[in-house]
Each structure stands twice: as structure tokens, then as C-alpha cells.
């Protein structure tokens, strides 16, 4: 199994809406990742997981908030969001944690808020 | 935060042509890497690059790194249809353990 997956591949969501984002892999990896990418933009690192703790916080607004709740999973809760979050929400994993490796996506969620 | 930027933004040709697309980044890398893109989807690595090597190949893919400029090369050779993407290069480096990715280019193969 290579794959990372991701659900749901798209939600539109109120801005009082509490809702997650989810990704799993079964690739024995120890660090995952959330990006987010807009329209013709390249992907913008949010959150970086390593061996199942959070090492990496981009300075992303609280509304968002990554848990993991095992080497297998990575979520992210999603409240009290802004149309301008509106994007492509990518997740992706790796053998060891960066540099020295290449990282997985998955086929992302595409959210809008509305 | 964008590391760098790729050039051009965006390429068309004819199927069979060769496509070639630049990317130059700003600080000391590990490694750069080559990730694909179909239109809104996830994002497909394609090859790796360290810092200690110059060339590499893979398939119809050819990859240049030149540290002392900064700046690597994509060339994709006899292109087809299904080469048409997004392409986007990403540094990785010890200090920030993360990728950081270029600009993009819009590689468009026309039958």
C-alpha cells in the first residue's frame, strides 16, 4: 500500500461549522505533513508531524488545529473558518522526517467556505 | 514560505517535443525535488536530486542541480499528452525539515 488518503475529497462548510479533515497512510511512515495550497499557487506548509508529535506550527491561525492520533493518522479540525480559507487542503507523509527523503500527497480536500 | 521560483510560468508544445522548465531557489539545500500535479489533485514526486550531484535520470526525465548558481533544471523528453500538469520544484534543507516549493509551471502537450 503506497497511498496516502484523504477524506472527505470535498466539503463546503458555514463559517460556524465545526468540522475535520482526515488522512490516513499504511506506508509505516513517521512524519506527516498538511499543506494548503489556493487556485495557481504552489502548497504552503501548515503543520509538520514527526514521530506522531507536532514539531512544526507554520504560525497557522487557531481555527485550525492538527491532532495525530497515531502513526497512521493525521486530522485536522477545522472551525470558525473564513472564506478565504477556502483551498486545497493536501496531506502527505514520509519515511523519516525531511530533508533526506521524498513525501507522499494525497489527492487533497478541496474546501469551501461559505 | 516560497523558496524560490521556476520559469517559465507556463510551456506549450507539441507532443514529442521536449520540455523544459527551470527552477532557482535562495539558501543551502539538502536536496531538491520534482513533484506533478494534475489539475486540483494530490501531488506525484518524480525525482530527487542531493546536493552533491549534478545530473540524474529517470525514464524521459532528466534533472540538473548547479549549487553554485542555485538552480536546477527539469527536461522532459518525447512528451505526450499525459505530461500535461503542473510542475513544481521543492527544496529541502537539514535546518528547516520541510519542503518548500517553487512557483510551478504549467506544462501544456498538445496532440
Known amino acids: 500500500d503506497t497511498e496516502v488518503t484523504q477524506t472527505p475529497k470535498h466539503l463546503v462548510m458555514g463559517m460556524t461549522n465545526k468540522k475535520s479533515l482526515k488522512c490516513e497512510q499504511h506506508?509505516?511512515?513517521?512524519?506527516m505533513y498538511w499543506y494548503k495550497q489556493k487556485a495557481k499557487k504552489p502548497p504552503e506548509l501548515m503543520f509538520v508531524y514527526s514521530y506522531e508529535k507536532l514539531s512544526i506550527n507554520e504560525s497557522v491561525p487557531s481555527r485550525f488545529s492538527p491532532e495525530c492520533p497515531n502513526s497512521s493518522l493525521l486530522n485536522l479540525h477545522l472551525h470558525a473558518l473564513q472564506p478565504e480559507d477556502s483551498a486545497l487542503y493536501l496531506c502527505a507523509s514520509s519515511q523519516e522526517p525531511l530533508p533526506n527523503t521524498e513525501a507522499f500527497f494525497g489527492q487533497g480536500t478541496r474546501l469551501t467556505v461559505v | 514560505s516560497q523558496q524560490g521560483e521556476e520559469d517559465p510560468q507556463a510551456l506549450s508544445i507539441q507532443e514529442g517535443e521536449n520540455a523544459t522548465m527551470n527552477c532557482s531557489y535562495k539558501t543551502s539545500i539538502n536536496n531538491l525535488q520534482w513533484y506533478r500535479q494534475n489539475s486540483g489533485r494530490g501531488l506525484v514526486h518524480l525525482i530527487l536530486i542531493r546536493s552533491n550531484e549534478r545530473e540524474k535520470h529517470s525514464g524521459r526525465l532528466r534533472v540538473t542541480l548547479d549549487t553554485s548558481k542555485k538552480s536546477s533544471s527539469l527536461l522532459i523528453t518525447a512528451s505526450r499528452a499525459a505530461d500535461t500538469a503542473s510542475y513544481f520544484c521543492?527544496?529541502?534543507?537539514?535546518?528547516?525539515?520541510?519542503?518548500?516549493f517553487g512557483s510551478g509551471t504549467q506544462l501544456t502537450v498538445l496532440p
Open positions: 506506508m509505516g511512515h513517521r512524519a
Open positions: 521543492a527544496t529541502a534543507s537539514g535546518s528547516a525539515r520541510q519542503l518548500t
